[in-house]
């Protein structure tokens, strides 16, 4: 795991699986407008929480580009699940604001459930074919620009798909 600081905010980066971070209050969802199970994250994140994620999603959806809503972590290690659709790139515009949209979104769930540790995958970088460095900045710049306004969030963590996902998100947080 890399460890970083960003005003106040402790930044974690480690290659592994977003359904096991027993260590943070809430996860973040790659989640799809419907809120329902389907692949990648969204799926894995279903499936490890059960069917009473779905059950409680279904109310909320849908959901569109840059918007987040919070459920209950049911099997999860995890209280909560943050729901955030992000943009499908090349379709959904202005696609930078709305990734940007995702990200403080979830900060601001977070912050108003008082959630203090909160783990991210790498938003509409899978099938929504975000590019991962371009991700990475927005992902980052959105944290530094909220990070003073954060009470209650002081850790969040990326947890990323492998190690070529991993060098890409070091490499953006260095510049």
């Given amino acids: 795991m890399k460890t970083y600081r960003i ?3 402790t930044l974690e980066l480690v290659v592994g699986d977003i359904t096991r971070q027993a260590d943070c209050r809430a996860v973040v969802n790659a989640a799809n407008a419907r809120l329902a199970t389907g692949g990648g994250v969204a799926g894995a994140i279903h499936r490890a929480a059960g069917p009473g994620l779905y059950e ?18 049911h099997h999860l290690p995890n209280e909560f699940v943050i729901h955030c659709l992000g943009p499908v790139y090349g379709e959904d515009e202005p696609s ?25 995958c790498a938003l509409s970088t899978g099938v929504f074919g975000y590019p991962m460095n ?11 620009e909220m990070a003073s306004a954060l009470e209650h969030v002081k850790r ?5 798909y492998d190690d070529h996902a991993l060098k890409v998100h070091e490499a953006a947080l260095s510049e």
């Fill in 156 to 160: 969040v963590r990326f947890v990323l």
């Fill in 7 to 9: 005003d106040g905010i």
């Fill in 56 to 73: 409680e999603c279904k109310p909320l959806a849908p959901i569109r580009p840059g918007q987040a809503v919070i459920t209950g972590g």
């Fill in 134 to 144: 371009d991700a990475a900045k927005v992902a980052f710049q959105t944290i530094r």
């Fill in 96 to 120: 930078d604001k709305l990734l940007a949209d995702c990200y403080r979104n979830a900060l601001k769930l977070a912050e108003g459930k008082g959630i203090d540790s909160m783990a991210f």
